[in-house]
């Protein structure tokens, strides 16, 4: 009595259709019946409840005796694919394996199939003169014929072992729009051709717009669809839920890049956008007011399109092809991306089509608005015209503009407003040449000598170190060059090997003035146009700038961090900067001042220890490619004095005079009493301004007085300290207005910036 059969077990109660019965009404009647126009593998709409469902007992020999192990169960129920008639079946899936191949041209009303190992099935074409299928009808619900829709019946289908749902079944299927008006096949390139497509769904009078067919202006159809024909341009569209007909307008329009067109007569014609064409002058004569446009610059071109579709040849799997326009690139010297999801194609030939052409079309900088033409002039003009529009004022010199959209104000109304866009396309074309690049004097494939050289004394917050490390940044003559090796005069003409160095920087000019006030933080504070040939800068976080020191800005004697540059121009960037770096202070930068930025990655900058007894080193940078090099007698060597900068401390803040740091004054009967804030180098991450630990030993004041140095006044580094009024009178020779530098030293070595202050006499 403690030992049981499994024959006794009760069979589970199935849910074949894996929805339980009671809902299935409800959840999957419902359903919008997918619309398909090509070919795809399309899955089943349930329309019944899953009836005759029994199981069967597997037994299989356990130990002696042979015992049910699982069972098997079936049923029967129906799904529909969508929208008929189908054109062929190709293949069979299930779970996705393939259990039934073609091809099987559609014949009759529906076509009787066996599945070895599943059981019969029935599928209805989805044909005008279909019936109620037999088996549905026993089923014990009534059905309709369904016609006009491709439906499969079941006939006691076996679900699996153990198993009470039904598994995931797909039919590989091709559907063409019938009755077609237009002069082409339906079929094209093993898909459907997309006007043909285009014309059942404006037309169709169940699952589309039900237009009158008569409707179409056939010429223009039939001139668009010869051209689509010869470039191959197929598509497979599938629709499985509920669309606006002005939003599916829009995504059938963008993929073939056509327009919509009434023509006088009220009918509707239909036009390639890339159609060349005449275009119509227009002069500021035919314009009622300025033409209002807006200029899109590189930072919104697109350089690189990654179009996704569904790959045919890899069982409509999600692939991609991308097109990048080198030409654009070489402008931005970024990756400027645009993703497109193209479900409807399924051959990548066609991908590649589709993507060339918007990579052309949308590689260079445009203009786009609105222009008030005429009525005389533009009532003719439609969607898909070219025009060139001259207007002297705004710099346009027979601009080719295309016409995206027209709009009449009123039946009155003297002018019409056209909504254009420039047609850069065109200058990308096939039909238009390029003019020839101005050719300079170096050899291709050949390094050429720097560009320029940054030589640069470190301070001590560089390596926090005393010696006298210098920094050596060439800018590259070409973009080719690999690697540099820094060479020092040891003697006259005789040149030794300093340091090699593969990091290479860019070398520029400020366009706008950077003061020396304001916060240390400037978000796009920095203008500068490089104008080294190797000019590109990527995007960098504000986290790299900062805290890893990868994009280093130079500019003077202050170092500072780069991050997040925005192009503007060719070659021309706004950076937001963080001030006072590595032991530097801010300092004011005119326009026009050389800026240098580097960005590191794995790679060290050239850094050389020189020699002590220096007081100046003259430098060449002999620049590689692969395993050419520069001739060293060929470069012009770059000079550099050495000040001893990494024994020097970071200069003096917030120096005032009478506890006033802005506007101090003085009578010319009082003394003044002088504070400031001692500074230290080693704050490397923030401002430069908190005193954790000096490095100065002594502070040097320096009074000034119409230009002429007065008095140089060594104190102790620690303030205040009060200079009598005695003593003010005899160094500035009476009582007048007067500037005071303030220096930190070490070891007889001022600081390299100081900080100021001018006392007013009053």
Known sequence: MFDSSADLAPTPPPKPLGRDTALLASEEHGRIVPYLAGRRRLGLTWISDAWGVSSQPVKRKVGKKRETVGHNYYASFAGVLGVGPLTTLHAIYVEEEKVWEGPLTASGDYADLTIEGRGPLRLYWGTETQTVDANLADSGVQHPAYRGQAYVVFDNWLLGENRSQVPQIEFDVTRLPADSALSVPAALNGEAHPLAVLEELLTHPRFGAGLPADLLYLPSWNAAADQLAEEG?????????????????????????????????????????????TPVALAAADLTEPPALTAHGWPETVNEINLRFANRARAWQTDAVVVRDPASYAVTRRPLTQEIEADWITDQAVAWKVAAGMARARALPWLDGTVRVLRRVGADLRPGDLVDLTYPTQGLDAVRFRVLGVETPGPAAAEVVLQVREDTSQLLGT???????????????????????????????????????????????????????????????????AVEGVVWGLRGTLNAPLSGAGLIYHPGGLDVTFTSPDNDIEDMPFSEGVEARKFVIFIGNEIMYGFDPVLTAPGRYTISIMRGQVGTRRGGHSAGAAVWCVQLGQQELAVWEAPKSYKAVNLKVQAH?????????????????????????????????????????????????????????????????????????????????????????????????????????????????????????????????????????V
């Not at 390094?447 to 301070?459: G, I, M």
């Not at 009478?658 to 506007?663: E, I, L, N, T």
């Open 625 to 761: 490619l692969l395993q050419r090099e520069v001739p060293l007698a060929d470069i012009t060597p770059t000079s550099l004095s050495i000040t001893r900068r990494g024994l020097r401390p970071l200069g003096p803040a917030n120096l005032t005079a009478r506890g006033d740091g802005v506007a101090p004054t003085w009578t010319g009967s009082e003394s003044i009493t002088f504070t400031w804030t001692l500074t230290s180098d080693d704050r490397a991450e923030t401002d430069p301004t908190v005193n954790l630990t000096s490095r100065a030993e002594r502070c040097i004041l320096e009074f000034w007085a119409g230009g002429v140095l007065k008095k140089t006044w060594t104190v102790d580094e620690d303030p205040p300290r009060t200079a009598s009024n005695a003593d003010l009178l005899e160094w500035l020779g009476g009582a007048v207005t007067f500037t005071v530098r303030a220096y930190l030293a070490r070891g007889g070595y001022r600081s390299v910036d100081y900080d100021e202050i001018t006392v007013t006499k």
């Open 233 to 277: 341009f197929s598509v497979s569209v599938r629709l499985v839920s509920a669309t606006r007909l002005d939003a599916l307008l829009t995504d059938f329009l963008d993929y073939v890049d056509a327009a919509l067109i009434q023509t006088a007569a009220g009918k509707l014609a239909l036009r390639l956008l890339r159609e060349a064409g």
């Open 431 to 497: 039909g238009y040449t390029v003019p020839a690049d101005v050719v300079g004097g170096a050899s291709a494939y050949e390094p050429q000598p720097p560009h320029s050289v940054l030589a640069l004394e470190l301070p001590w917050a560089w390596k926090r170190s005393d010696q006298h490390w210098l920094l050596v940044l060439p800018a590259r003559g070409n973009t080719l060059d690999n690697r540099f090796t820094v060479h020092w005069e040891r003697k006259t003409d005789s040149y030794a090997v």
